[in-house]
């Protein structure tokens, strides 16, 4: 099987090469009327944002591929927590999608390329030039033993502190280039004590992972890049007093949710931001999207920071799509793997998505201030990985920590939330196991 993909990839990637010599210097990948059939796409991207993100990914696909039919297969809910049992259970069953959204670290490597769900496209990153323009650290996430297994489609930078400035700007509150924990906690007084109606945090946690964000926005914020990396290399302990601090400062910033939080899930939390329900928003630059969806502009109606304690870091958060192992159709979704790599493809996903290129040839003209900063951020600051998102740890840990903040937003334990996390570490066995 690796072998007959390996051989329709070169076959596709003669055609691409032989493309690229008559097409524009545009980066644009060639059309190809030749590949047809079904090109089945599995993601979870349904929000306002998500859905017109992808959008723009299908329409760069149909302007290559305009006899391929891209068949949409989408299971609502953010983060992936609904979409990747539905996967799993099809992946067990031999019959896997085309292509599904991954992201890299254990997630990728753990959950899909141990049981050789998905196959090495190499040459597929030889043949595109991605070697020279895909961030090393980038592609090492993605790698094992010298073989490549995703392309990225962005890199979203999960620490972001969101506010509604309108409301801000009434309160006479205005955010500089960082906000510390002491800090938001002085706003958030005021709001509560001007504006009775009001909640100084907006969370949607109908999806538990929306709160365990912020619940690792703010171990960053506590412990710092070095300290947050030591959790996932065993050097630092969940129940060492830096992260007890940190899970006492998650319960203060958690008193101030808003009381609905449970009923919303994180794009409803966005929408409670700009309706003015509540004011900030710790979250994903995925906001971003649903800001942009609804017409929202940069520094008028909203504004961002990094979540308190964490400007200097950039949580990767990064989007990719794999090969599949036995995939339906092969040719197509080499195509569109080729298509999402691409420059073009990516200056039309990421200003709706809110991530910025995984690649570093984009034009920055074509993004808006937003993005300009996180890109500053991606290239100045120190990169680290996001356990929710599935990078950092394997799944069953994340399943744990998921858990442990399912009883902490209720009883607030630190000592029991501590000691779950340790005990989770320990049958996990990651941190002895590695990458
Ligand atoms: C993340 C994903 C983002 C965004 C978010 C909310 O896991 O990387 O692209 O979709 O979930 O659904």
């Not at 993601?43 to 993100?53: D, F, R």
């Not at 979704?333 to 200003?351: K, T």
Request: charged share 20%.
């Amino acid at each position: 099987m690796k072998t007959k993909i390996l051989l329709l990839l070169i076959v596709l990637l003669a055609a691409l090469a032989v493309g690229a010599v008559n097409a524009q210097d545009d980066g644009m990948v060639p059309v190809d009327e030749s590949v047809t059939g079904d090109l089945e796409v599995f993601s979870w991207w349904t929000s306002g944002g998500e859905a017109a993100a992808l959008q723009a990914l299908f329409d760069s696909y149909a302007a290559s591929f305009p006899n391929a039919n891209i068949v949409n297969a989408t299971v609502a809910g953010g983060g992936g927590s609904a979409a990747r049992p539905v996967l799993q259970t099809r992946l067990a069953g031999g019959d896997p999608p085309d292509t599904w959204q991954v992201h890299p670290g254990w997630e990728l490597l753990g959950q899909y390329v141990d049981p050789e769900y998905v196959v090495p496209i190499n040459d597929l990153y030889e043949e595109m030039g991605w070697n020279d323009v895909v961030p090393e650290q980038l592609r090492d996430m993605m790698t094992r033993d010298g073989n490549i297994y995703l392309v990225l489609a962005g890199v979203h930078r999960g620490n972001g502190f969101w506010y509604n400035k309108p409301i801000l700007d009434e309160l006479g509150v205005t955010i500089g280039e960082t906000l510390s924990v002491d800090e938001f906690i002085a706003i958030a007084d005021q709001i509560v004590a001007e504006m009775p109606d009001v909640a100084p945090l907006c969370v949607g946690d109908s999806g538990i992972w929306a709160t365990a964000q912020l619940f690792e926005n703010t171990l960053l914020g506590v412990l710092g890049p070095e300290g947050y990396r030591g959790l996932w290399d065993g050097s630092v302990s969940f129940d060492s007093d830096e992260v007890k601090q940190a899970m006492t400062v998650y319960g203060q910033m958690l008193d101030y949710q808003n009381s609905d939080h449970a009923a919303l899930s994180w794009d409803q939390a966005v929408d409670a931001l700009m309706e003015g329900r509540c004011v900030f928003n710790s979250m994903g630059d995925w906001a971003y999207g649903e800001f942009v969806a609804a017409g929202m502009e940069d520094n008028v109606d909203f504004g961002w920071v990094s979540h308190p304690g964490t400007a200097g870091s950039f949580m990767v958060v990064a989007d990719g799509f794999v090969m599949a192992n036995g995939a339906p159709n092969e040719a197509a979704n080499a195509g569109w793997l080729s298509v999402i790599g691409s420059r073009p493809a990516q200056e039309a996903f990421n200003p709706l998505k809110g991530s910025i290129c995984a690649r570093t040839d984009c034009d920055r003209e074509l993004f808006g201030p937003y993005h300009n900063w996180s890109m500053d951020s991606f290239s100045a600051d120190e990169l680290v990985a996001s356990v929710v998102h599935g990078t950092a740890a394997p799944a069953d840990f994340q399943q744990a920590m998921n858990d442990a903040v399912t009883l902490f937003v209720v009883d607030r334990d630190v000592d029991a939330f501590a000691a779950a996390l340790v005990d989770a570490v320990a049958a996990s066995g990651f941190t002895e196991a590695g990458m």
